[in-house]
């Protein structure tokens, strides 16, 4: 299939880079991204992803837009107040790129949906969104477990972090932070605050790697964990080795199947049905 | 001696294990911290007994949540 003459001229700053051309784009349009948590780094994953016309992206979030959001988790808008972020961002999307479609799951991951979720639409490449450890561990086990490659985020104050896993290819999340922080022991951005941008430098990273995976262009931030701090402007990029004796990707994993940890206190308050 | 503590050089008087290294380098939360000395990680039961030689290259991994207000 090729693409249409309203194709050629939206991705044509795609299509003109050597490293994407016609057959980049293609592969971008046939690509599948889910996105866990459409909040401050998955709203910004989401649209430039959407922009770029990834042609599937899935949308996780069981959550509802609140005024608080709107400082940085930008697919939302002040008319969104209340509505279900999924829809919100389903919409936002729509609105953007009608090459796309978005494919919403109004709920929380937990062990016993997750690979469900990414098998639905056997996605290429999913993001962690997420704000709290025991969702980042759950992503990160189910995709070691299902091979699925992932990028990894953490934003608070004026600092953020990524990282890349690749099945087989570098060290997963679990190879440089064992186990989720106790309950509450790590503040989370409602607690601590979070410069609006951050969302943006962040998740706009994780859409950049997505992009590249699909593509199969350039080097990812497998095997580096990389920190980014607003105030000093430092970027930098901290090797990571894989630990052959990780609980998950190591050589003899104790891991085998998914497990919910404790959930954070907050998230008591109900799905949105 | 001197040591880079994420890319910062700290000048040390004298010989620290990594544990004392995290209260001179005024860590965070240390009890959290993922701790690497030249690109290998530290395994938290050996911070007491490891200790930083001038040249080393230290980083503390931190924590960070963020994102979607799942909190
Ligand atoms: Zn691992």
Redesign the interface.
């Known amino acids: 299939m090729g693409l249409s003459n309203e194709q050629l001229e939206r991705y044509s700053r795609h299509i003109i880079l050597s490293q994407v051309g016609g057959k980049g784009q293609q592969k971008i349009l046939n690509g599948k991204v889910l996105i866990i948590g459409t909040g401050g780094l998955g709203a910004p994953a989401a649209m430039y992803l959407a922009a770029a016309g990834v042609g599937t992206i899935g949308l996780v979030d069981y959550d509802t837009v609140d005024l608080s959001n709107l400082q940085r988790q930008i697919i939302h808008q002040t008319q969104d107040v209340g509505k279900a972020k999924i829809i919100s961002g389903q919409e936002t999307i729509a609105a953007m790129n009608p090459d796309v479609t978005v494919h919403t799951y109004d709920e929380m991951v937990a062990a016993a949906n997750i690979k469900d979720i990414i098998n639905d639409q056997d996605y290429d490449f999913i993001i962690d969104g997420t704000d709290n450890f025991p969702a980042k561990f759950l992503i990160n086990d189910a995709c070691v477990l299902l091979q699925k490659p992932f990028s990894h985020a953490g934003i608070i104050r004026f600092e953020g972090q990524t990282m890349t896993y690749v099945p087989g290819q570098g060290p997963c999340y679990r190879c440089v932070f064992k186990e989720p922080p106790p309950k509450d022991a790590v503040p989370t951005c409602r607690q601590a605050g979070v410069l609006g941008v951050m969302g943006g430098v962040i998740g706009t990273l994780q859409a950049t790697e997505a992009l590249k995976y699909i593509l199969g262009v350039g080097e990812l931030l497998t095997g580096y964990l990389l920190t980014y701090n607003a105030l000093t402007m430092n970027f930098r990029k901290v090797k990571l080795p894989h630990q052959k004796d990780c609980a998950i990707c190591g050589e003899h994993p104790t891991i085998t199947e998914l497990t919910d940890y404790e959930q954070p206190t907050c998230n008591l308050k109900n799905k949105k049905g | 001696m001197k040591v880079t503590v994420?890319?910062q050089t700290l000048e040390l008087e004298k010989p620290v294990n990594i544990e004392e290294l995290l209260v001179l380098a005024k860590a965070e939360?240390p009890e959290?911290v993922?701790v690497?000395k030249n690109?290998?990680?530290i395994k938290r039961e050996d911070f007491a007994i490891t200790t930083v030689a001038d040249g080393d290259n230290i980083?503390f991994?931190?924590?960070?949540?963020?994102?979607?207000?799942?909190?």
């Open positions: 994420n890319g939360q959290y993922t690497q690109d290998e990680f980083e991994l931190y924590f960070m949540g963020g994102g979607a207000a799942w909190d």
